[in-house]
């Protein structure tokens, strides 16, 4: 089982604490955003007097909410193509366990989220990786290089849109390739897209579910994690008019008898969550995204990718090794008694090498945090080189 | 991935409620008995507003109330021999990718929980069943039957104690001669102990985990479902002093990010539930057990093992197929407008033709709806073999 990149400088991360740093973590994805209020209160406000199982598939109720939910976002879908799981990790584990067997393979573009190389590993499937690139903001690689990646154990490709780490939103054009070259190899398309609110400048998010003649190929995941910041209620779920993939889905869900039921009554109430909550939130993410580049591009040697969704940027920065660069900061670095943490690029590429001096950096804090992160990266990087 | 055996008959249940027909499930293991009000109330009264991740390994304050609640029943082990799960499902899920890789195997005196084989499957992991059987009311079988399965692939022994679904309490002198056979071929005792509260007629429920010398086999798998009545919950733990282990286990953790944070605060507060709540659980339990087997006892042909623990037990009934008697009852047989569910039991053995006539019921309703259920049952076997 490989090692989350994100998690594995914690430790370094609690002994600055311990010594009295102030940690700035621009290296997870736990949004400072408040939960809407019509969830905590459904929550506060429950009558149950026995914590039961749900379905396994979820809550009735809820799924055909969600379905409400979906149409109003242009994926027409029934409560009875959604199975509700545990967190979008689970939706990506059961995926996984039902369309492929040991052995068989994904081809994911990278850089990815780092822990679908977990789920990878505990499926026993093989992860394919198509390189995208910074300079490009890491757009669609070309068609060409998933072709010739294809092979006979090859059963999906999966993307991340908008991505984590690489905050790129694929136009409809980009879907609308991989939608070809997946129904030409019938394979399938999973695309991840629990970010799909976090869509900026006017862009509009198009999702796998709403092309035309993919239904048997196209499995979307979702969670209400970073939607509603609600990451510690853990649910998700999966999407897909392919009956076979439900049928399978359903006997994984089965066996983990159901989801948690208080997060499953917050999901619920969540939909009910005003547009200018949304509104409010895009607006700040926007905001942080802004002076985040800006103020990383001011800095000698730094190459940043400009985000256009999610709320994470990869950036390049002028050291060897960002792993070795990341660990110095929280061990030997402080600004006024003040450091950053960052997570290493490398971990979300599959191939060998790759993204050494890069990091992912999540913009989930205030501005004013952000501004004062990247002033202490700054100093850091100055100080590193010297 | 195998079918739920549990779960197969739910559309017939479904189709003959909506006939108007009132289904008594003696299928499943979901209490009607109230969650602790103190686990209750800590969820009403919360003061989150931000539903965050917790820790992958859950809680700090959780894990370090579990140890103390451990400590009272005689296992002493600290915050860090801990990992809190997202239910029992997810703890055994993680153990046997923790401890096997694909083609490994795992001893399971058989019939067993019948999920076991779902995560067996989920993991790559066969399964290698040890018959036990009626006549001897489920209890351990002669250690010989499982040195003969032990393999160069043998990598586990994973019991159930109290059983489900047998009811079945091992014995001290039980897990004493688990723990040698383990210690000498190097294996790990894995035991699910989420019924450890319910052992009746005075007997006490023995741990893996007190054992001595046996810190680097044994693995304890826990959940609050059964507990406190808190199903829905889901909320469960991996117990061990084994340090590779644990870290294994993190790193399966760190990959779905954490455990969900509402279903957290009920447990650490379920800690609290006063004695007395649990005296009258286990009261009202051995009362509709006594009820149960004396109610069925009385019937001509059937044959019951006594359960000492938990809330299941296994019926031998006078029909060639479980399997076909069990959808009969929900397909054609009512008795004034009122029919049971019950488990088939083929699918709790993994040994084919084994348990065929058997069927699994769970005395999770009260004595009256049990007396109720069992005429039911009666009158039905007399109609299906005239």
Redesign the interface.
Known sequence: ????PI?KLVPYAENAKKRGIKVYHLN?G??????PQV??DA????T???????R?EGSETYRAKLANYYAKNDIIVNHDDIIVT??G??AL?FTF??IMD?GDEVIIPEPFYA?YN??ST???VKVVPVVSKIENNFALPPIEAFEKLISPKTKAILICNPGNPTGYLYSKEEIQKLSAIVKKHDLFLVADEVYREFAYDGQEHYSVMQEDGLEEHAIMIDSVSKRY??????IGCIVTKNKDVIA?AL??A??????????QL?SEAALETPQHYFDEVIDEYVARRNVLIEKLNEIDGVKVAKPKGAFYCIAELPVDNADDFAQWLLEKFDLNGETVMVAPAAGFYSSEGLGLNQVRIAYVLNKADLVRSVNILKEALNQYKG
Chains 1, 2 share one sequence.
């Open positions: 089982m490989p090692q989350s998690r997870i736990q949004p400072d955003i408040k939960t969830a905590l929550v506060k406000n429950n149950l007097d026995v914590i039961a199982y749900s396994s545990t967190g990790s689970e584990l366990g039902s040991a822990n977990g789920f505990a499926s026993g910041s609600m990451c510690g209620a853990r399978t006997k994984f089965q066996a983990r008898l159901s989801p948690p039921t208080y997060a917050a």
